[in-house]
């Protein structure tokens, strides 16, 4: 069962992880500035197989892979959002974070709800309030970066 | 049916005749972009897969964001960057003194031309779209395999047409017609579409206008802006010394687009974006209440030499406001030269302004003006989210060269016609 992290539209990646911090070359080193500036809590307090849910565009702004890799580095298990920005979307395929973009329906989830997710089936179940959330699976060629564990991992396979 | 300018440039990079909206190609890439945050770890994936680099001369590696190194940790990561362009003999490594801004310094240097495919691990990598390029950004592990296979892989946007009518008012630039765009928008407005620019008003804008345009497509969410090639662009070529063939593109009549946005030049005014989003979008002239601490000119969107000269223009003979520090950073080593040529750094520096080597520095909150608690900045640079350019309570008002300097002279947010008369 994985705790859910709620936050709102436009998480950007200066909040995910701020820039000042990025002279940091230690992913470990640096996760422990994950969210500072919007949750001074979730760094400190976030278990893994946790779920960050957000709304709109998540992951706006820069393009540095810092942003999910620090989540990832925190044992973030995936990230639902309504909408993701492009550059993130892409950066969490590549290093085999799992994300869902899953509209409107992304409302129905709350701060400290427990749910269940089924990344294969695209199924999302939340647990204490009996609801189930069916989302479209990744498309496959995404899925097969991800089932690599990331693009390095697919890209060696294939030479 | 047709296709967009993006599209076709898409089609021929992944040895397609035609591609739709929504397809997944690989395509080969032109030119890789990589700085001194996201080069590292992405030489480091680049070293997982254990093959030589595709073509030395199509990597450019730019030292700039926290340039001239502003500690060990950054001077650590730079080296990294360096180390690796010797050892494979990248060609278009700058160093330090002959470094700038990266989106300012690749086309100056002749590295983009029309109908090219260009990846970096930069969101602002957008800007060449300027230039007739495909051009956007990406993460260090999608550089890092694409400098190993010289290709990577895309999703066909859509796209949104923007038509520019009209003729620009005295003291409307490309930041504020892009803003004005952003406001109307919104920051998820072009969420993985790409912004294509058309009509008569491209005529009125210069190459500068254009780059800061297309530069902040990311701020719409957009995956790339791109506008069609004219005599101004050919001209910026010829002196850049781009005399390799490219092969332009234009959009065909029957081209799709998800929606089309009119834009009247002629009806915009000089704008800032409040705190903490791109989109907060009010009119210069509405905003004396708000004081200022700090005015920041420079950044990849707005430190060229038309953005200076606009500077100097209302900072000429005049005094920057006891209370604001004005620090202005030219984007290039070319431009900062140029600049002291026709009098512009004597004119900051009479007015009482610091004048700054090329870095990314304040605009990402690295070094070189970073504010304190409760400090306001109005800043030429692309995003004001929050702690951008330092304290977490700190804030950050965007605006164009001329709406920031003349809010440093009177010490708030002004319209530049309020100091130029």
């Given at each position: 069962m994985s705790k859910v992290w709620r936050y709102g539209d436009h998480i950007d990646t200066d909040v995910i992880i701020?820039?000042?911090?990025?002279?940091?070359?230690?992913f470990k080193e640096l996760?422990?500035?994950?969210m500072e500036d919007i949750d001074t809590s979730f760094a400190s307090n976030v278990k893994p197989q946790d779920i960050i849910v957000a709304g709109?565009?998540?992951?706006?702004?820069?393009?540095?892979?810092h942003a999910p890799i620090v989540l990832q580095q925190k044992g973030v298990k995936c990230i639902i959002a309504d909408s993701f920005a492009r550059i993130f979307y892409r950066n969490a395929i590549n290093i085999g974070l799992p994300v869902l973009e899953i509209g409107?329906?992304?409302?129905q989830i709350e701060a400290g709800d427990e749910l269940t997710v089924d990344l294969l089936k695209g199924e999302i179940k939340i647990v204490n309030k009996g609801i189930t959330i069916q989302t479209n699976p990744l498309p496959e060629f995404v899925q097969k970066i991800a089932n690599a564990g990331g693009l390095i991992n697919y890209i060696k396979g294939e030479h | 049916m047709g296709m967009t300018m993006t599209q076709k440039i898409l089609a021929k990079h992944s040895g397609c005749d035609f591609v739709s909206v929504g397809e997944l190609l690989i395509s080969q890439v032109d030119l890789i972009l990589a700085n001194d945050i996201t080069g590292p770890p992405a030489i480091d994936e680049f070293n997982k897969i254990g093959k030589p680099v595709f073509?030395?001369?199509k990597i450019a590696l730019v030292p700039d964001h926290f340039s001239p190194c502003k500690d060990i940790k950054s001077a650590e990561m730079c080296k990294h960057l360096r180390d690796f362009a010797r050892q494979h003999e990248i060609k278009n490594y700058f160093e330090v003194?002959?470094?700038?801004i990266e989106h300012a310094l690749l086309p100056d240097a002749g590295l983009i031309a029309p109908g090219e495919i260009i990846i970096g691990a930069?969101?602002?990598?957008?800007?060449?779209?300027?230039?007739n390029a495909m051009a956007t950004g990406v993460g260090q592990t999608d550089v890092g395999a694409a400098m190993a296979s010289g290709t990577t892989w895309f999703k066909v946007p859509k796209a949104i047409k923007v038509v520019l009518t009209g003729k620009k008012p005295r003291f409307v630039q490309g930041k504020d017609i892009i803003l004005t765009i952003i406001g109307k928008i919104?920051?998820?407005?072009?969420?993985?579409?790409s912004l294509e620019f058309c009509g008569a008003?491209?005529?009125?804008?210069?190459m500068a206008d254009r780059f800061t345009i297309c530069n902040m497509a990311i701020e719409a969410g957009g995956k790339n802006g791109i506008f069609p090639v004219d005599e101004k662009t050919r001209e910026f070529l010829q002196e850049r010394g781009v005399t390799r063939p490219w092969t332009s593109v234009e959009p065909d009549s029957d081209a799709e687009y998800d929606r089309v946005l009119n834009i009247e030049?002629?009806?915009?005014v000089p704008v800032v974006a409040y705190?903490?989003?791109?989109?907060?979008t009010h009119p210069a002239a509405e905003s004396n209440h708000i004081i200022i601490d700090q005015s920041v000119i420079g950044s990849?969107?707005?430190?060229r030499l038309e953005d200076l000269a606009q500077a100097a223009e209302v900072l000429k003979g005049q005094k920057i406001h006891p209370h604001v520090r004005c620090i202005i950073i030219p984007a290039t080593q070319e431009i900062y030269k140029n600049a002291m040529a026709l009098g512009y750094i004597d004119i900051f520096i009479d007015a009482g302004a610091a004048v700054s080597t090329p870095?990314?520095?304040p605009c990402l909150g690295g070094y070189m003006g970073i504010l304190a608690h409760g400090e306001r900045a109005i800043s030429t640079t692309n995003r004001n989210f929050r702690?951008?350019?330092?304290?977490?309570?700190s804030e950050v008002y965007l605006a164009s060269p001329y709406t920031a300097a003349a809010s440093a002279v009177l010490g708030h947010i002004a319209d530049p016609g309020e100091v130029l008369k």
């Amino acid at each position: 069962m994985s705790k859910v992290w709620r936050y709102g539209d436009h998480i950007d990646t200066d909040v995910i992880i701020p820039a000042r911090y990025l002279n940091i070359a230690d992913f470990k080193e640096l996760s422990e500035h994950a969210m500072e500036d919007i949750d001074t809590s979730f760094a400190s307090n976030v278990k893994p197989q946790d779920i960050i849910v957000a709304g709109r565009n998540f992951g706006c702004g820069s393009s540095r892979e810092h942003a999910p890799i620090v989540l990832q580095q925190k044992g973030v298990k995936c990230i639902i959002a309504d909408s993701f920005a492009r550059i993130f979307y892409r950066n969490a395929i590549n290093i085999g974070l799992p994300v869902l973009e899953i509209g409107q329906e992304v409302e129905q989830i709350e701060a400290g709800d427990e749910l269940t997710v089924d990344l294969l089936k695209g199924e999302i179940k939340i647990v204490n309030k009996g609801i189930t959330i069916q989302t479209n699976p990744l498309p496959e060629f995404v899925q097969k970066i991800a089932n690599a564990g990331g693009l390095i991992n697919y890209i060696k396979g294939e030479h | 049916m047709g296709m967009t300018m993006t599209q076709k440039i898409l089609a021929k990079h992944s040895g397609c005749d035609f591609v739709s909206v929504g397809e997944l190609l690989i395509s080969q890439v032109d030119l890789i972009l990589a700085n001194d945050i996201t080069g590292p770890p992405a030489i480091d994936e680049f070293n997982k897969i254990g093959k030589p680099v595709f073509d030395k001369n199509k990597i450019a590696l730019v030292p700039d964001h926290f340039s001239p190194c502003k500690d060990i940790k950054s001077a650590e990561m730079c080296k990294h960057l360096r180390d690796f362009a010797r050892q494979h003999e990248i060609k278009n490594y700058f160093e330090v003194g002959r470094m700038g801004i990266e989106h300012a310094l690749l086309p100056d240097a002749g590295l983009i031309a029309p109908g090219e495919i260009i990846i970096g691990a930069d969101s602002h990598t957008c800007t060449y779209g300027a230039l007739n390029a495909m051009a956007t950004g990406v993460g260090q592990t999608d550089v890092g395999a694409a400098m190993a296979s010289g290709t990577t892989w895309f999703k066909v946007p859509k796209a949104i047409k923007v038509v520019l009518t009209g003729k620009k008012p005295r003291f409307v630039q490309g930041k504020d017609i892009i803003l004005t765009i952003i406001g109307k928008i919104g920051v998820d407005g072009a969420r993985y579409q790409s912004l294509e620019f058309c009509g008569a008003g491209i005529a009125e804008l210069t190459m500068a206008d254009r780059f800061t345009i297309c530069n902040m497509a990311i701020e719409a969410g957009g995956k790339n802006g791109i506008f069609p090639v004219d005599e101004k662009t050919r001209e910026f070529l010829q002196e850049r010394g781009v005399t390799r063939p490219w092969t332009s593109v234009e959009p065909d009549s029957d081209a799709e687009y998800d929606r089309v946005l009119n834009i009247e030049l002629d009806k915009l005014v000089p704008v800032v974006a409040y705190p903490h989003l791109p989109e907060n979008t009010h009119p210069a002239a509405e905003s004396n209440h708000i004081i200022i601490d700090q005015s920041v000119i420079g950044s990849c969107t707005n430190g060229r030499l038309e953005d200076l000269a606009q500077a100097a223009e209302v900072l000429k003979g005049q005094k920057i406001h006891p209370h604001v520090r004005c620090i202005i950073i030219p984007a290039t080593q070319e431009i900062y030269k140029n600049a002291m040529a026709l009098g512009y750094i004597d004119i900051f520096i009479d007015a009482g302004a610091a004048v700054s080597t090329p870095t990314c520095g304040p605009c990402l909150g690295g070094y070189m003006g970073i504010l304190a608690h409760g400090e306001r900045a109005i800043s030429t640079t692309n995003r004001n989210f929050r702690g951008r350019m330092g304290h977490v309570d700190s804030e950050v008002y965007l605006a164009s060269p001329y709406t920031a300097a003349a809010s440093a002279v009177l010490g708030h947010i002004a319209d530049p016609g309020e100091v130029l008369k």
